[in-house]
């Protein structure tokens, strides 16, 4: 049985290393917080939410397959929690078993199989019972398709045919093996034979039709006997315990995979509670081939500040269909660079399967994300801030693909305008021209003010909101880029008359958008 509930047609990569920009994906996004809340206090689910998180889908039907699933589980909450915890009961079965497997013998290996399988088969009958109990009230193509192949392979008949091998298995009447003789008088040929049966016909009591047969037996202090009997046995038996050894690994397998699948929804599942709670909107996104270059949201808005501060949050608009670089300057503590956030958080939900945090999000898929944010001054540097930011980029530009997504966070501030304007400049021209979408946020305004003279074409421009009367909003829109920092401002809030310091505090909070989805 297969359980893909995460892809239609594979497994997921289970264990395998991270792509190469996770760590700063992870760092640049703030991503710790949200892994947290689909995690609760379960170490196990937040090492699945990341592994899945960090390996965007590429396909839009993929992304579409997993929201179907996802809204199951949203449906049925107890569903899904009793099947992550009836996976990690089964996972757990040869934990349970006392006493350890001594060395590698087919008779150890047998018992033990027998033990755990027995454990395995009321687990198996506890997920028959709960695919019974849930059948046909799924939406999801794929939760129908697991649940019917589960009562398919799982009849009442199969659980009385394993039980009545495992009975078998446990030779209450000793091993029944046929042999050859070999050369040199050496046995050959073992094969395990079902115990013929105690009961005598009529026949063979009036007639003694018995077979002949003759029995020896080991005395009890006969330690060379008994261990030439127990090789004799264990040649027997080599066979059928590493076939019931493998039966054991494949209901392992299938149960360890299906804690990890369904512990992704359950996940997504306990961060659409948190956020709902903070009564924080969230919408399913509407993925579009990687070559359409949209992007569109509505309502859009930082999840990461939104689980510290909830509903006291602003949510912002952005229409950059067809853009291949979004430019968003302006003043300092203004939104840019939570707007750039909130749209690298919203693009990884998105390929993960998962709702945004908006209104409504539309955006093509990128062949893959990275981040090249400022970092602080790091005192063990060999070389200067600069060079770092180069050599970092350097790296992410030998990996990047056409329709990547690239975020840059202030790239290129440590060194003068002009200089700073200059090799950005030439980043953003070299990646549109590679096929590769640019959020780019910047104060340097030669730089702006150069890309929206010649290259406004398939690029949008946006800036931090700021009223007549000097307020700040926290929404970014569009506009052209301005050469000042509106310093006259900060000088009136900090050395200004302290009431109009008062009333002109920023708003930190917004009416609550969107809705949770269905």
């Not at 390996?55 to 809204?71: E, F, K, S, T």
Request: proline share 6%.
């Amino acid at each position: 049985m297969k359980v893909h509930l995460l892809y239609p047609d594979r497994d997921p990569a289970t264990g395998d290393q991270l792509p190469s920009q996770s760590a700063d994906l992870t760092r640049d996004l703030g991503l710790d917080s949200l892994l947290d809340r689909m995690a609760g206090d379960d170490p196990l689910l937040r090492d699945i939410a990341t592994q899945t998180l960090l390996r965007p889908l590429q396909n839009p039907a993929d992304i579409g397959y997993r929201q179907a699933v996802l809204n199951d589980c949203l449906t049925y909450p107890e569903l899904t929690q009793a099947l992550y915890d009836l996976a990690g009961d089964a996972v757990g079965s040869p934990r349970r078993i006392r006493g350890w497997l001594i060395g590698q013998y087919p008779s150890g290996v047998l018992h033990r199989s027998v033990d755990v399988l027995e454990l395995l088969l009321v687990d198996l009958r506890r997920l028959r019972a709960l695919v019974d109990e849930h059948a046909g009230r799924c939406q999801s193509a794929r939760f129908n398709t697991l649940f019917a192949t589960i009562h398919r392979e799982l009849p009442d008949d199969y659980f009385r045919v394993i039980e009545d091998h495992l009975r078998r298995l446990r030779f209450p009447n000793g091993v029944f093996l046929t042999a050859q003789l070999g050369p040199g008088g050496q046995g050959t040929g073992y094969v395990l034979r079902k115990p013929a049966s105690l009961k005598r016909s009529w026949r063979q009591l009036l007639l003694g039709t018995e077979p002949i047969s003759y029995t020896y037996r080991i005395p009890e202090r006969d330690e060379s006997g008994a261990l030439a009997l127990a090789v004799l046995e264990n040649q027997g038996i080599n066979l059928v315990a590493d076939a019931l050894a493998q039966s054991v690994d494949h209901i392992l397998s299938f149960f360890t995979l299906l804690r990890f699948e369904i512990g992704f929804y359950l996940g997504g599942l306990q961060l659409n509670q948190v956020l709902s709670e903070r009564h924080l909107g969230l919408c399913w996104p509407e993925p579009e081939a990687e070559d359409e270059a949209a992007l569109t949201a509505r309502g859009l808005y930082d999840i990461t500040l939104g689980l510290s501060i909830g509903d006291q949050i602003v949510g912002n608009d952005l229409d950059a269909d067809g853009a291949s670089l979004v430019m968003i300057t302006g003043t300092n503590q203004g939104g840019k660079s939570t707007l750039l956030r909130s749209l690298g958080v919203a693009q990884l939900m998105m390929q993960a399967g998962l709702f945004a945090p908006a209104t409504a999000y539309r955006a093509s898929i990128a062949a893959a994300l990275y981040s090249h944010y400022r970092r602080e001054e790091d005192p063990g540097m060999e070389s200067g801030k600069l060079d770092e930011e180069l050599a970092r980029m350097s790296r992410i530009v030998d990996r990047l693909t056409p329709h990547s997504l690239i975020l840059c966070n202030e790239s290129f501030a440590p060194t003068n305008e002009r200089e700073g304007s200059h090799i950005a400049r030439q980043l953003v021209d070299g990646l549109r021209a590679a096929q590769i979408r640019v959020l780019y946020v910047t104060h340097l305004y030669d730089l702006a003010a150069g890309l929206a003279a010649t290259g406004a074409d398939q690029a949008v421009f946006l800036r931090p909101e700021r009223l007549s009367n000097a307020e700040r909003t926290y929404r970014v829109i569009p506009g052209d880029p301005q050469p000042t920092s509106f310093g006259p401002d900060l000088y009136q809030r900090i050395f200004g008359d302290q009431s109009a310091a008062d009333s002109s505090e920023p708003p930190v909070h917004c009416t609550p958008v969107g809705t949770e989805p269905r």
